[in-house]
């Protein structure tokens, strides 16, 4: 019996020992993600001013030049900053612990989605 008590406490401090380590590395991962988003965001704004510098000096050019350019910097910019924005928020909150629920509609996602997919289509031409 005493054995069987004293596995038991071995087998019990190894998962504690396990978890512990875990959630150092889980720690490390959340950090380190922190500092990509924010290099990534710092490379986004980059990338957007040059786009924009581009969406401006092409107002003179052609009706194509204009179109590509609008193409490339107002899509692009919400949402390469959205995708930055939520990633921040979620890591920050992985971070703190911090866990939301939220009720939602799963007819209204699929609504949001399809309008979405039915706007891009209507860019590029295609027809339903």
Request: aromatic share 4%; glycine share 2%; net charge positive.
């Amino acid at each position: 019996m005493n054995s069987l008590v004293a596995k038991s406490r071995k087998i019990e401090n190894a998962y504690i020992e396990a978890n512990i380590e875990l959630e150092q590395k889980d720690k490390v991962k959340n950090e380190y993600v922190l500092r990509l988003t924010h290099d990534i965001k710092a490379h986004l704004a980059a990338i957007l001013n040059s786009l924009y510098v581009v969406k401006s000096k092409a107002a003179g050019r052609s009706m194509i030049s204009r179109k590509n350019s609008l193409i490339l910097h107002t899509p692009g910019r919400n949402l390469l900053t959205d995708f930055i924005k939520d990633l921040l928020n979620l890591t920050k909150k992985r971070m703190e612990k911090i866990n939301e629920t939220e009720v939602f509609h799963l007819t209204d996602v699929i609504d949001k989605v399809t309008k979405a997919i039915i706007v891009n289509a209507k860019e590029k031409e295609h027809h339903y």
